[in-house]
């Protein structure tokens, strides 16, 4: 296969060092969340994180490799495979922390609710590609969207992973908004959620509703539901203005802190990095987020906007979501940092957008 030299001199570096700077800095927060002090080792996960940042960076040039206009052939394959391993899940999922999300491939367990979000924006940009309608669309214009969204929603809620249901619920709202849902037809459907809240609170486990009540009433279950944010808080906090330094948050070291390396890594690092290593890491993905909206205006063609968008929607959600979570803004929903918590789904998940990203901007130059 010949390479055009076009696509490497226009290759987007910018992307590609943000993102290796999110994970290398996660990856020194994750030998700090699980550092002993008295043993002076992390254990196994950072070196994990090591090799899911090859896996990563092969799912990375993956989606850089070919040209974004085959998403035509690609999507419905993609959401049908993505489909069928959610379904999997249900028989043969690894079960951990009370749910039943992976599969186990033997060298590594599988999450298939992450790719599941990139298969959401793929099947909706090739919807939306060809334009919409003068006046834009209405709901019953979007009956096919739903019925291929509706069911990974549902799937995902089953195993239960509420917070990866609310990022995929998010994502498809936001892609049809960018599609061009007409604005009395987009309250419609937020007026038709909100009427469901009610019936929907029946279905959520027993420890999704005591996390929103808690959230709600924070001082109601200090030693149950509403520990991890207390102690998350409390880690928080005590960061001040300049951290307690690298492997010096209390929080941390006496294990008050739990998930540590996953949901609440954010925590771990304002502890030991204080109020301004958090706005630099805000920043930082601040940064990265316009950078991905000027990509979006610059797109040379309406398909190559539309993947860009969906895969900031799916990164922008991660952040505002977890960093909400873990300041105790938002009830806790179970939401990883993007490119920064321990996991090899989230992060290969992640850098395969990223190059879609890169894939739509190196692109843009070539007619």
């Known amino acids: 296969m010949q390479i055009d030299r076009r696509l490497i001199s226009h290759f987007d570096w910018t992307l590609l060092l943000l993102t290796l700077t999110f994970v290398c800095i996660g990856i020194a927060t994750i030998y700090s969340a699980n550092y002993n002090m008295a043993e002076e080792h992390a254990g196994a996960l950072p070196s994990r994180q090591f090799m899911w940042l090859g896996l990563g960076l092969v799912a990375m040039f993956t989606a850089i490799a070919f040209d974004y206009h085959y998403i035509d052939r690609l999507a419905y394959p993609f959401y049908g495979l993505m489909f069928a391993f959610l379904v999997l899940v249900l028989f043969i999922g690894h079960s951990g922390g009370g749910s039943q999300r992976w599969i186990n491939l033997g060298f590594f367990r599988f ?3 992450e790719p599941a979000k990139i298969a959401i924006v793929l099947i909706m940009a090739k ?3 060809d334009g919409e309608p003068p006046k834009g669309y209405q709901l019953r214009d979007l009956w096919v969207l739903f019925a291929m969204v509706g069911p990974l929603v549902i799937l995902t809620l089953v195993q239960p992973d509420l917070g ?4 995929l619920g998010i994502v498809f709202l936001s892609m049809i908004l960018m599609g061009g849902l007409r604005l009395r037809s987009f309250l419609y459907l937020v007026g038709a959620g909100l009427a469901f809240l009610p019936i929907g609170w029946h279905f959520l486990k027993a420890y999704q509703r005591a996390r929103i009540l808690t959230f709600l009433d924070p001082d109601r279950d200090p030693l149950g539901a509403g520990y991890h944010v207390i102690q998350s808080k409390i880690a928080i906090g005590s960061g001040r203005l300049f951290g307690k330094g690298y492997l010096h948050g209390t929080q941390n070291r006496l ?5 540590q390396h996953t949901d609440f ?3 771990v690092f304002s502890e030991e990095w204080g109020l301004v290593g958090c706005l630099v890491l805000l920043l930082l993905y601040f940064a990265l987020i316009i ?8 797109a040379k063609d309406r398909l190559g906007a539309l993947l860009v968008f969906g895969m900031l929607a799916i990164f922008f959600w991660h952040v505002v979501i977890n960093v909400a979570m873990v300041t105790g803004i938002m009830p806790v929903v179970g939401v990883p940092l993007p490119l920064f918590s321990y996991g090899g789904s989230a992060l290969a998940s992640m850098m395969f957008a990223i190059g879609l990203m890169i ?4 692109r843009r130059y070539i007619f």
């Open 111 to 113: 999450q298939p609710s």
């Open 127 to 129: 919807y939306f590609q």
């Open 164 to 167: 990866t249901a609310i990022i």
């Open 255 to 259: 294990d008050f802190l739990p998930a």
């Open 265 to 267: 890594i954010f925590a």
């Open 291 to 298: 950078y991905a909206l000027k990509l979006i205006e610059r």
């Open 359 to 362: 894939n739509v901007s190196m």
